[in-house]
């Protein structure tokens, strides 16, 4: 995959305009069906996902990465887990934290997390990887704080390229150009999945970081299910269409 080139401008990175986009998008961000998980069928459905990928919680340390408005902090924390919430955004945070008083939140780059080596016994993302700038710089890093026999779980998906299916919804409800859309298409310009992140390439970055045990799941349909009422039949058809998945992989422990 050829990578994009991001723009530099003055002192002003990609990352700084990644932090600065989902900052702006903080105050409403919970409004828009998809990110708030809803109590009930939703909230079900992404339990059993998070279940099947990493067993039982038993108090394992856990760092939701992007963890944004606290959403998977929340599923995370009632299933059981010691959760650290990380982001980049601190209006981001600051929702994180109103909502989530008893989680630890923490401001940082999720490919910089700054955290000591061997510090977590799980990784979780929603929705990070396809903006990453660097995912093997990231890999490594997430490699680096888990502790051995520890374990990931990526939840993401394509929304770049597209199958003649999604291309066909696509065209019948198309987007609305707005600045918000603008400022978002041109960041997706720079990222390093700018042509979009297929599980199968990801997958392969995650295993040559030093991961193993890969599993790619792309059986989301409970959670697409459950989220229809909210998005309207539109969004979710289109949803539907696209190419999302989770992966899993775990940390080795050294040899005996």
Known sequence: MTRPTPQVLGNHTLRDEIRDYWSDRAATFDQDPGHRIAEGAEMA?????????????????LLDLASGTGEIARLCQRLGYGVTG?????????????KLPDVTFVQADAERTMLPDASVDVIVTRHLV?????????????????????RILLVDGDFVSRSWLARAVSGLFPAS?????????????????ARGARAGAVARMVEEAGFADLRIDTRLGAIHRAQAPQ???RKSLRRRSEHRYAISARKPEPDA
Do not use: C, K
Request: proline share 6%.
């Open 130 to 150: 396809w903006t990453l700038v660097d995912p093997v710089a990231a890999f490594a890093e997430w490699h680096r704080v888990l502790v051995p026999g520890g």
């Open 45 to 61: 459905a992404w339990e059993a996902l998070f279940h099947r990928h990493l067993g039982p919680a038993d108090g394992r340390r």
């Open 177 to 193: 150009v707005n600045r918000a859309r603008s400022r978002h298409q041109d960041i997706l310009s720079q990222v390093y999945f």
């Open 86 to 98: 990380l982001d980049w955004s601190e209006p981001m945070l600051e929702r994180a934290r109103t």
């Open 231 to 233: 998005v309207g039949w």
